[in-house]
């Protein structure tokens, strides 16, 4: 009886704990599944803020991160929220979530810095590339994108420096080499530029870019010697360039050089024999050599092909004001000018144009055009000595005594010769 009893109270005493291990062990249960639910949700957020950037939506896809940092904490999402927010050119914003992380991730770093380039704040991309390259001063990319953010700002002295010394550590680098000669280049650091890039191009001579760039150089600085010497380096590599040809050309015939000029139109011409802009090239070139009639046939084939060229017209008008005999399909043409010049309220041309103009209507005899045309550059460049002397000469020669006298009057009364150019 006994024993029984005690098998009872034993039984007894089990379902007890079980029941206790049940009310002990639900609250637990619960806090699981309430967790599972929060990384749920976090889960759900990322995957719908992921979704809306992939779509473009930026502004709401930061908005589903958000939510999701407010539930839980996690660098990784600050990035990805940070990415989103440069996208959104929302740079101030992007900067502050990810905070130290830029310097601890490189291509933060790199998105922080490529949005604010991307949005012309140089100066932001600067402070914190500086600040990357306090923190990693051997960080060699850092510092190469703070160098080329310095000079895109035009801090040139500064980038000049940084590139020197890169190159120094990266001798054998090209690309880093022509990035310096590049600064110098913008700096106006000519001298050094030359100097540099003549190196360089001992190493790399057909590095035609670069060849390029030190013939525009030498033309800006009109070193016309080393120009053509340069443009005669780029024809051994490339001896069939029109363009270079053409620049040999017009180099040679500014240098004075107008038979060596003459050789390389000629030369153009057999390969290019209906090309305008060859015969442009060789008309000018005649002008600036006096040989007007020789100019006016490649001129005219130029004209043909872009009747309005200013130039042209200019060039045009300038040999037909010098040469002995004006044909008659020139003098309509001449006289056609006349008229649409004189049309016009704007000046469209220099005071060369018109001074050429007004010999031509002159040598046609066509007197009255010509002292109309001087009279409207007049207007123009009134303290024009030479123009106002060539509209005395000119209403003398109509004639006109009074008028002419009026015009000798005030040259004589001038206290100070023109400024303007004759």
């Known amino acids: 009886m006994r024993a029984k009893g005690n098998h009872a109270l034993w039984i ?13 062990a639900t609250p637990r249960v619960d806090a699981a599944v309430r967790a599972q639910d929060e990384v749920s949700r976090v889960e759900i957020l990322l995957r719908a803020a992921r979704n809306q950037a992939n779509a473009g939506n930026y502004s709401k896809a930061a908005q589903y991160y958000v939510e999701a940092l407010q539930v839980k904490d996690s660098p990784a999402v600050h990035k990805e929220l940070a990415g989103v927010l440069i996208k959104d050119k929302r740079l101030a914003e992007a900067e502050e979530h990810l905070g130290d ?21 140089l100066v932001s991309a600067r402070r914190i590339l500086e600040a990357l390259v306090k923190r990693r001063p051997e960080h060699f990319g850092y510092r190469l994108e703070l160098a080329r953010v310095l000079s895109w700002s035009e801090h040139y002295a500064e980038a000049v420096e940084m590139y020197l010394k890169m190159t120094r550590e990266k ?15 913008w700096a ?3 001298k050094e530029y030359l100097a540099e890039s003549s190196k360089y191009l001992k190493g790399q001579p057909e590095d035609l870019q670069v060849r390029g760039r030190r013939l525009d150089l030498l033309l800006a600085i009109s070193d016309f010697r080393m120009a053509v010497q340069e443009c005669r380096q780029i024809l051994e590599l490339n001896p069939e360039s029109k363009t270079v040809r053409l620049r040999l050309g017009q180099i040679l015939s500014w240098d004075g050089k107008y038979g060596e000029s003459e050789e390389v139109y000629q030369g153009l011409l057999k390969d290019y024999p209906k090309d305008p802009v060859v015969a442009r090239g060789l008309g000018e070139m005649r002008v600036w050599a006096r040989e007007y009639e020789g100019a006016i046939g490649p001129l005219k084939v130029a004209l043909k092909a872009n009747p309005k060229d200013p130039q042209v017209r200019r060039l045009l008008v300038m ?19 006349t008229a649409e010049v004189l049309s016009q309220e704007k000046f469209t041309r220099d005071i060369a144009f018109y001074r050429a103009l007004a010999r031509a209507m002159q040598r046609l005899d ?18 024009s000595r030479a123009l106002r ?27 100070e010769p023109g400024k303007e150019t004759p």
């Open 12 to 24: 007894t005493a089990l379902v007890v704990l079980a029941l206790l291990n049940v009310c002990v």
């Open 101 to 121: 992380l830029i310097h601890e991730d490189e291509q933060a770093a790199r998105w922080l810095v490529g949005g604010y380039m991307s949005a012309d704040d």
């Open 171 to 185: 001798p054998e680098d090209e690309e880093l080499f022509l990035g310096y000669l590049e600064v110098l280049f």
């Open 188 to 190: 106006h650091r000519y």
């Open 319 to 337: 040999s037909l004001s010098e040469v002995k005999t004006i044909a008659e399909e020139d003098q309509k043409w001449l006289r056609e000018l």
């Open 366 to 383: 066509e007197l009255d055009h010509s002292i109309k045309l001087l009279r409207k550059a007049l207007d123009k460049w009134p303290r």
């Open 389 to 415: 002397l060539q509209l005395a000469d000119t209403l003398s020669a109509a004639e006109r005594f009074a008028e002419a006298e009026k015009e000798y009057d005030i040259l004589l009364e001038a206290q």
